[in-house]
T-cell receptor, first 110, second 117 residues
Framework: KNEVEQSPQNLTAQEGEFITINCSYS?????LHWLQQHPGGGIVSLFM???GKKKHGRLIATINIQEKHSSLHITASHPRDSAVYIC????????????FGTGTRLQVTL | NAGVMQNPRHLVRRRGQEARLRCSPM?????VYWYRQLPEEGLKFMVY????????ESGMPKERFSAEFPKEGPSILRIQQVVRGDSAAYFC???????????????FGEGSWLTVV
């Protein structure tokens, strides 16, 4: 059974805090995506990973293929980072479709 | 280079009517994916299309739903005889190549919010 688990489901942080969101999946994947969705808004693709680590501005994404785990980190968080962060994977053999986690709702306060 | 364009952004339909959602992929992208996000639920895959072909429709409900991606024009997701349970956000995504493997970045549209009254 293909599953994508995210934690935490909800996260509140103060401005400036370092934030980590975790994602675990069950079987081999061809790629893992981190997505951002603002309330009532569209979806922005933040990262696509198949191994290692990627960094873009204050965002860092890592993946451990052996442990089937990925993390999204936000350094020096800001209220504009408030959004839902979604992990999605393309499984090996079914790479044409993404399987999504339920998302992590992040609220960053002043 | 415009992103993935979806329209309408918001659509209200009465039960029994038809809903048509359009998606124009990014320039140069020939692969289109449709996903549905039900209220308070995660995103779910519906269908994957290439120009004039349905590649994978394993996520499409068996009845009332259809999708196409003609040689010319946008991809269309069509829902016939809509019911309240069809109320959801429908997202389109496109990619330049096949699948979601490394190097084949996927881009999402802003979504179309369907409300069935």
């Amino acid at each position: 059974k293909n599953e994508v688990e995210q934690s935490p489901q909800n996260l509140t942080a103060q401005e400036g805090e370092f934030i980590t969101i975790n994602c675990s999946y069950s079987v081999g994947i061809s790629a893992l995506h981190w997505l951002q969705q603002h309330p009532g808004g569209g979806i922005v693709s933040l990262f696509m990973l198949s191994s290692g680590k990627k960094k873009h501005g204050r965002l860092i994404a890592t993946i451990n293929i052996q442990e089937k785990h990925s993390s999204l980190h936000i350094t020096a968080s800001h209220p504009r980072d408030s959004a839902v962060y979604i992990c999605a994977v393309g499984y090996t053999g079914t790479a044409s479709k993404l399987t999504f986690g339920t998302g992590t709702r992040l609220q960053v306060t002043l | 280079n415009a992103g993935v364009m979806q329209n309408p952004r918001h659509l209200v339909r009465r039960r029994g009517q038809e809903a048509r959602l359009r998606c124009s992929p990014m320039k140069g992208h020939s692969h289109v994916y449709w996903y549905r996000q039900l209220p308070e639920e995660g995103l779910k895959f519906m269908v994957y299309l290439q120009k004039e072909n349905i590649i994978d429709e394993s996520g499409m409900p068996k009845e009332r739903f259809s999708a196409e991606f003609p040689k010319e024009g946008p991809s269309i997701l069509r829902i016939q005889q809509v019911v309240r349970g069809d109320s959801a956000a429908y997202f389109c995504a496109s990619s330049p190549g096949q699948g979601t493997g490394p190097g084949n970045t996927i881009y999402f549209g802003e979504g179309s919010w369907l409300t069935v009254v």
